[in-house]
């Protein structure tokens, strides 16, 4: 069912913790993040939003896995197309076990939801400023400063030294910093978070945006899927909630996933599925 306040919990039925993110209205992007010009969005209905990142044993209730790290610590994913098969399958294996929610779908969050459930309401562009961050957030900072890569060479001589969030190289067990104001916690730094949407360089506005546009069938592999919030990696002056990434790697260790519970059909596509409307455009 529909919550009745922001940041109402519920626990589904593989004990994720889901939090509700009412209908509403806001400001997307920054005028100062020239790929996010800001629109003004309207969120028509209310849906769950996973309390935390997608955690690694979470993640095999989903058939997903990633090393490293213990079963709290993030799951790690890099193939956008594999995640939103196994988001698709979940779905159909909860139907099949007549477990699942009728009316409702798990699903990516678009890029709109994702920012809409990040700002909680906040019309700035961050919580914070530099110094700051390292209360809600694990980014490239004191800690990391300087840390040893796999090659032994020091990778991470960008991170700023002003602030120190406690943790290095790679990702903190969920929850670790302080939620925003629905108790969403990790929404900047940690892993960055798959969305539905592909990436251009403007944003869409108005009632429930999403983008899935592809020039041709021809370029379907070469689709550039937006992550959002940044990663343990990401200096802070990124860790913003406009900030837009777009970089599909087949190996990563800063790509996660947050889910969502959405009223409706699962509005992500996998690569066989934009095929098909692409095949059969008046679908």
Not at 20 to 30: E, K, Q
Not at 60 to 88: E, M, W, Y
Not at 92 to 117: C, H, N, Q, V
Not at 264 to 273: A, D, F, L, M, Q
């Amino acid at each position: 069912t529909t919550g009745k306040n922001a940041g109402d919990q519920w626990l589904d039925p593989h004990g994720i913790c889901f939090l509700w993110c009412p209908a509403g209205s806001f400001m997307m992007g920054w005028e100062k993040a020239p790929d996010a010009q800001p629109k003004e969005v309207t969120i028509s209905k209310g849906f769950w939003m996973s309390k935390y990142e997608l955690t690694r044993h979470q993640g095999s209730l989903f058939g997903l896995s990633s090393k490293g790290g213990t079963a709290n610590h993030p799951l790690q994913v890099s193939d956008g197309n594999r995640l939103a098969h196994r988001i698709r399958n979940q779905g159909i294996y909860m139907k099949g076990l007549k477990r699942g929610f009728t009316g409702w779908s798990y699903d990516l969050p678009t890029e709109a939801e994702w920012e809409y459930a990040a700002r909680a309401g906040d019309q700035r562009h961050a919580p914070t400023n530099f110094k700051g961050m390292s209360i809600y957030a694990n980014f490239a900072d004191k800690s990391l400063y300087g840390a040893q890569g796999i090659h032994g060479e020091e990778e991470h001589l960008y991170a700023y030294r002003g602030s120190n969030d406690g943790v290095g190289i790679g990702s903190a067990v969920v929850g670790r910093y302080r939620a925003n104001s629905w108790g969403l916690h990790d929404m900047l730094g940690n892993l960055a978070e798959f969305c539905a949407d592909f990436y251009k360089a403007h944003l869409h506005g108005g009632r429930d945006p999403l983008d899935l546009y592809l020039q041709s069938d021809r370029k379907i592999h070469q689709r550039n899927q937006v992550y959002r919030g940044g990663a343990w990696c990401t200096t802070p002056d990124l860790l913003h909630y406009a900030y837009r990434g777009f970089s599909v790697p087949r190996s990563s260790n800063f790509l996660g996933v947050r889910l969502v519970i959405r009223q409706g059909k699962r509005r992500s596509r996998t690569i066989e599925e934009l095929h098909a409307t692409l095949k059969t455009p008046n679908k």
